[in-house]
């Protein structure tokens, strides 16, 4: 199936989100990260076709089993770079050279929020936001909640949302510089 590339960047490559592995694997075949094992059990397969260079087969190792962990492919900042994230695992990957890649530390991602006015790809977890753009890692918030970060909002360079306290057993509300990823409220 065609995978729908999500996120408002422009990016210079296709790719298609395969129903599983094939049985022929094509000659350029990367696995995310290097080390996975048992990478093949629900991994994210992908067929990425970068322009100007030949096509290759990402096979991104599955994070977790789970409704809330997001699986898909999203632009990114630069516009070579591939976002797949399998199950809460989330990896950055160049297209033009698919050996360089960068897995995201936050884990799981529970969700991928572009900002493509600000040039960020968020990646937000139970605790914290980490900030991509096109140079690579932006900035990474501090601890935002105990458990459960949830998007408000984004206005200007500020992004909203609550998150559960366990010392007052109640959502409290942050707010983040978008430029900085420090928080300001």
Same mark, same amino acid.
């Given at each position: !199936?065609?995978a729908?590339?999500?996120?408002?960047?422009?990016h210079r490559?296709?790719a298609?989100?395969l129903?599983?592995?094939?049985?022929?694997?094509?000659p350029?075949?990367?696995?995310?990260?290097?080390?996975?094992?048992?990478?093949?059990?629900?991994?994210? &397969?992908? !067929?990425v076709r970068?322009?100007?260079?030949?096509?290759?087969?990402?096979?991104?190792? *599955?994070?977790?089993?789970?409704?809330?962990?997001?699986?898909?492919?999203?632009?990114?900042?630069?516009?070579?770079? !591939?976002?797949a994230?399998?199950?809460?695992?989330?990896?950055?990957?160049?297209?033009?050279a698919?050996?360089?890649?960068?897995?995201?530390?936050?884990?799981?991602?529970?969700?991928v929020?572009?900002v493509?006015?600000?040039?960020l790809?968020?990646?937000?977890?139970?605790?914290?936001? *980490?900030?991509?753009?096109?140079?690579? *890692?932006?900035?990474e918030?501090?601890?935002l909640?105990? &458990?459960?970060v @949830?998007?408000t909002?984004?206005?200007?360079?500020?992004?909203?949302?609550?998150g559960? &306290?366990? !010392?007052?057993d109640?959502?409290?509300?942050?707010?983040?510089?978008?430029? @900085?990823?420090?928080?300001v409220?």
């Open positions: !199936m065609v729908g590339v999500l996120g408002g960047f422009a490559w296709e298609e989100i129903a599983g592995r094939p049985l022929i694997l094509p350029r075949h990367f696995v995310y990260p290097l080390q996975a094992e048992e990478v093949e059990r629900g991994a994210l &397969e992908v !067929m970068p322009e100007g260079a030949e096509q290759f087969l990402a096979t991104c190792a *599955l994070g977790f089993h789970d409704p809330a962990a997001p699986t898909g492919v999203w632009a990114a900042p630069n516009a070579e770079e !591939m976002c994230v399998s199950g809460g695992y989330a990896y950055l990957i160049d297209t033009t698919p050996e360089r890649f960068a897995m995201i530390s936050t884990r799981p991602v529970l969700e929020r572009p493509a006015a600000k040039g790809l968020l990646f937000v977890g139970h605790h914290s936001i *980490l900030a991509w753009g096109a140079e690579g *890692l932006a900035w918030s501090g601890r909640s105990s &458990e459960g @949830t998007i909002g984004i206005e200007g360079d500020v992004v909203r949302g609550v559960w &306290e366990l !010392m007052t109640s959502e409290t509300g942050f707010a983040v510089d978008l430029r @900085t990823g420090r928080r409220v």
